[in-house]
């Protein structure tokens, strides 16, 4: 673990303490419904309040310790705000030059690449006022990298954006992720971004963190609501393994075999993380013959929960991955369904997400 | 918004740049140094003078005379005799003092502000009742009783001199109750005169040493108040700080040279 | 249309004063500013009081206080007297203390909005990047203030030589000294000389025209859009 935080925020009457881990690596996700703290907890991380009796730990170096405080300047971290908040009196290269005179020492950051992956190129003589919303969202993330931060703090960057916006935006910030080494702390309320870019994802609900882990551990464990949402769904990482020249078919190779998708869509060997909503699988107690769907693997059930009176949830263990399916209650039924049945699964369809 | 153009204005001084405060800085010093040596190159052959404001202009031509003859020039303050009296009493550094009263020179005295014995009359006011039109008071003080006029201006009834004067004379004539409504008080006398001159005023109740500085076709209609309806309006100099040059100068504003100019200028003399 | 050299006198300590006083108080007045815009004192309001006195203190009332202290006989004169230095009333120092004061809520006034319409946001972003507290001030918190920067200049600037009865009470009416020019045309219209009163004073209102002028032109060009 690479931050480790025990935050008391509320005065007298009203207290709140609030534990964190996150590890050294990719990125870690505090997800929750709004008002549930996350923005305070990241503020506090960052130093950009002060609460008592809390304590901040990063790496070997204490943030905030009980004789301690490290003012936010001090602390090898970079903030990106809900808004783009740059400094509208510098052009968007001022803004970016403005965290590489203030970088630390040892932080080797090439600022061209960080320009690229944000397609900043063009944008480097604008004025601030002459951006979009979208534009200014990734000087500010470019800013932020340009300082060439240990830990990278974002605030919901993509909240405050219109959908085209977003969409232009995630691709970026995949590409962020997977290209530089930096961890991130990534606060989010939709459960579509965290799938795409967390690893390791927070849970955070009114009275604090609810339970943290792995991303695929996460979303399939049936006793953290995620699992319990209309669009709940498992994400797995595969890797491209060969096409199929005839069909127009990507074989994409996980530890439970090989799933197919419509279409040329990664090159081979390259790594993409897919995802599998609960509401796309089905069960089969045989291997199916004579039918449409391509992708049947065998699954050994692991548990299973009741989600309201007429359906129930199911948790599968395929290969070495956990993938959800919801089912009807009388289909359990007639399945018969029992912890660690061998049932065969049935995927419809599948979210490309890298 | 980029960063040259904050620069206009020599505002780049703020940006970081501290060459420029520091040039700023040394104007603002140097600029300093020059006037210290300016004031003091003329010191010893000047008298500071505090003047009444209703006596500065005749001063003026006072003065010339006695720069001339004695060669000591005045530095004159104008102001009203109250803030040159508070002004006094605080450390002002003037000389001489020539008030638009009797009282406040003789409190100076009895202060220790002022050299005993110096305080001396120098000149008497004269109140006259004035319009800019011409043929308005011809008739003297009948057109005081009369509705065609809508303004009468006089000085502050309860500290000028002048507006304690035009009190008196308006009581003795009965009409300081009647003529409430049609008063106008200016600040001083000088205001009052304002009043009149820029058709505000139909009438006041002025200085003749105010009305006589106007060119000769400009100074409409005049009618003396006589001396007997006010108490005299007795201008007192008093020297501050002792020395032979302020001597020399109370002595020539004494003298017949000077008492011929203030007599010109509209004011009696004792 | 006469312009004598004493008017010509006049007008450099006018000028002077104006320097002098514009640069002390935005010394003086920027801290302040930035303490009265970011301060959570809850006293604070109190500080505010004080900076707007001289906006409805009569002139010549404030500048007869500062008399009672400034002369050789007032607590701050006479203890510079004692020190063998001159008691600052009736000298050009001690109208600089006098502008200070009278001008202060129109330099501090601007600058404190400015810096409150800055919002805490682009100093964190500031912090976080690793700008520290004086680093964050005057890359970020003076640039952004800029246009309440100028405002205030040109504010002090004019307000100091426009001002009367304060320099009139504190200075004296000193000529070469402490004459300034709305003295002047105080004085040339006493003594009814209205040409040279009408010179200077049109002089003054075009000079103050245009300054105020240079405000609303350079408000449009600092006008930065809200991001």
């Known amino acids: 673990m690479t931050l480790r935080a025990s935050i008391s925020f509320g005065q007298k009457h009203f207290q709140k303490k609030m534990d964190l881990e996150a590890p050294s690596h990719g990125v870690t996700a505090l997800f929750g419904p709004s008002g549930c703290g996350k923005t305070s907890l990241l503020r506090a991380l960052a130093g950009l309040d002060r609460h008592a009796e809390s304590e901040v730990q990063f790496r070997d170096q204490i943030w905030q310790g009980k004789a301690r405080w490290l003012p936010p300047h001090k602390r090898s971290l970079a903030f990106v705000f809900q808004e783009p908040s740059l400094f509208a009196h510098l052009t968007v290269l001022g803004n970016l030059k403005y965290a590489v005179k203030r970088r630390r020492e040892q932080a080797a950051v090439d600022l061209d690449e960080v320009i690229a992956l944000l397609h900043l190129n063009e944008l480097l003589p604008r004025k601030i006022h002459q951006l979009s919303g979208g534009e200014k969202q990734r000087v500010a993330i470019a800013r932020a990298l340009a300082k060439g931060p240990e830990i990278l703090l974002m605030d919901e960057p993509l909240a405050s954006l219109d959908l085209q916006s977003k969409r232009s935006l995630l691709p970026m910030l995949e590409a962020v992720t997977w290209k530089l080494s930096t961890p991130i702390l990534y606060v989010s309320h939709s459960l579509e971004e965290v799938t795409r870019l967390a690893n390791y994802l927070v849970l955070m609900g009114e009275p604090g963190v609810l339970a943290s882990g792995p991303i695929d551990e996460m979303l399939t464990n049936l006793d953290l609501p995620l699992a319990r949402d209309a669009d709940a769904c498992a994400v797995m990482e595969a890797t491209c393994v060969g096409f199929d020249e005839e069909f127009h078919l990507t074989s994409l190779g996980f530890s439970g075999g090989h799933l197919v998708v419509p279409g040329r869509v990664v090159a081979l060997g390259k790594q993409v993380r897919l995802r599998i909503a609960a509401r796309d699988v089905s069960l089969t107690l045989q291997h199916q013959q004579g039918t449409s769907i391509q992708n049947i693997f065998p699954a050994t059930v692991e548990a299973f929960q009741n989600q309201g009176d007429a359906q129930v949830l199911v948790r599968l263990r395929v290969g070495e991955v956990g993938i959800l399916a919801r089912i009807t209650q009388k289909s359990a039924a007639e399945l018969g369904l029992t912890s660690q049945q061998r049932v065969f699964a049935q995927i419809k369809s599948v979210g490309l997400l890298h | 918004m980029n960063s040259n153009s904050i620069s206009f204005f020599g505002f780049a001084c703020l940006r970081c740049q501290p060459q420029w405060v520091w040039a700023w800085s040394l104007v603002l010093l140097v600029s300093c140094v020059k006037q210290e040596t300016g004031v003091q190159g003329g010191d010893s052959l000047s008298l500071h003078v505090a003047v009444a404001s209703n006596f500065a202009q005749t001063l003026e031509e006072v003065g010339a005379v006695f720069e001339r003859e004695i060669g000591i020039s005045l530095v004159l303050s104008p102001g009203s005799t109250g803030k040159h009296y508070a002004q006094i009493v605080h450390g002002a550094p003037f000389d001489v003092f020539l008030a638009a009263d009797a009282e406040h020179p003789q409190r100076l005295v009895e202060q220790g502000f002022g050299v005993a014995g110096s305080n001396r009359c120098y000149a008497m006011g004269r109140l006259v009742l004035w319009s800019a039109q011409p043929g308005f008071v011809d008739k003297g003080i009948e057109v005081l009783e009369q509705n065609h006029w809508h303004h009468l201006a ?117 | 249309m006469t312009f004598t050299e004493a008017d010509f006198q006049a007008l450099v300590i006018t000028l002077k004063l104006a320097a002098w006083t514009t640069s002390i108080l935005l010394f003086l007045g920027t801290p302040l500013a930035w303490w009265l815009a970011r301060s959570t004192w809850r006293y604070r309001f109190v500080a505010e009081a004080v900076v707007a006195l001289p906006l409805i203190l009569p002139p010549t009332v404030l500048g007869f206080y500062l008399l009672l202290v400034l002369g050789p006989q007032g607590w701050l004169g006479g203890w510079m007297n004692s020190l063998g230095l001159e008691a600052p009333a009736f000298t050009f120092s001690g109208l600089v203390m006098g502008s200070v004061l009278y001008s202060l809520p129109f330099v501090v006034q601007p600058l404190q909005d400015a810096f409150s319409s800055i919002g805490r946001r682009p100093l964190e972003v500031a912090a976080t990047l690793g700008a520290a507290p004086w680093d964050r001030f005057f890359s970020v918190a003076v640039p952004l203030a800029m246009p309440g920067f100028l405002t205030a200049t040109v504010l002090g600037f004019a307000h100091t030589i426009g001002e009367f009865g304060v320099v009139l009470m504190i200075g004296g009416n000193i000529p070469g000294q402490t004459k300034v020019l709305s003295i002047a045309i105080y004085d040339h219209v006493e003594s009814m000389e209205y040409g040279q009163a009408h010179t200077l004073a049109g002089g003054l209102l075009l000079a103050s025209f245009v300054l105020l002028m240079l405000i609303y032109a350079s408000h449009r060009r600092f006008r930065f859009t809200k991001i």
Request: glycine residues 10%.
């Open chain 2, 154 to 270: 006089v000085a502050n009834p309860e500290f000028a001199p002048y507006g304690k004067a035009a009190r008196s004379a308006l009581e003795g004539l009965g009409l300081w109750q009647s003529l409430q409504a049609r008063l106008v008080r200016g600040e001083n006398v000088g205001q009052a005169f304002q009043f009149v001159l820029s058709g505000n005023a139909e009438l006041g109740l002025v200085a003749r040493s105010q009305v006589l500085r106007l060119a000769a076709e400009a100074r409409g209609s005049i009618w003396e108040v006589p001396q007997t309806m006010y108490p005299p309006l007795r201008q007192y100099a008093v020297i501050l700080r002792d020395g032979d040059e302020a001597k020399a100068f109370l002595q020539f504003l004494l003298g017949e040279e000077a008492r011929k100019i203030i007599r010109a200028a509209g004011y009696d003399l004792p």
